[in-house]
């Protein structure tokens, strides 16, 4: 596993929607819906984005889905506006099907605590351009180091 530490500070403001994840539920289910949201508030208001998604896990088990936008809104949206900050963090570039998340999530984890670095929330998923081959598929995951 190859585990960057950053030291770079990395702003990121994003357009999108929040929910708390519920304990009967997987957590890419409530991903997937919220992702889902975002995107149909997008095309219903024909904003340009990126093309990018990006999930973070905030405190409180609360999830929040979204797109960086090329302009902020000129009318109204549903879009929740937020915007999120790293100065410290761990970064690790996930290649292969979302599947594998959970595992991925898990191993930087184990390795952030076998090298004594402390994190705390928010962690991020940063989704590149979807493939068509799942396997080459490119997730940034950054944790918040403290």
Known sequence: MKLEMMDKPSVVQLFGFSKTHAADKSYSEDVMELIGQVWREVHEH????????YVAYEDGDVL?????LAA????????????FSFSRYARFIHIGPYSGLDEAH?????ALQASGHRYCQPT????????EDSAKNETEIRYTLV
Do not use: C, Q
Not at 64 to 68: R, Y
Not at 72 to 83: C, I, N, V
């Open 46 to 53: 024909r904003l340009s984005t990126t093309g990018i998604n």
């Open 64 to 68: 929040f889905a979204g797109v960086e």
């Open 72 to 83: 902020e809104p000129d009318r109204p949206t549903s879009l929740m506006k937020k915007r």
């Open 106 to 110: 898990s191993s930087i984890r184990a």
């Open 124 to 131: 991020m998923e940063i989704y590149g351009h979807w493939n």
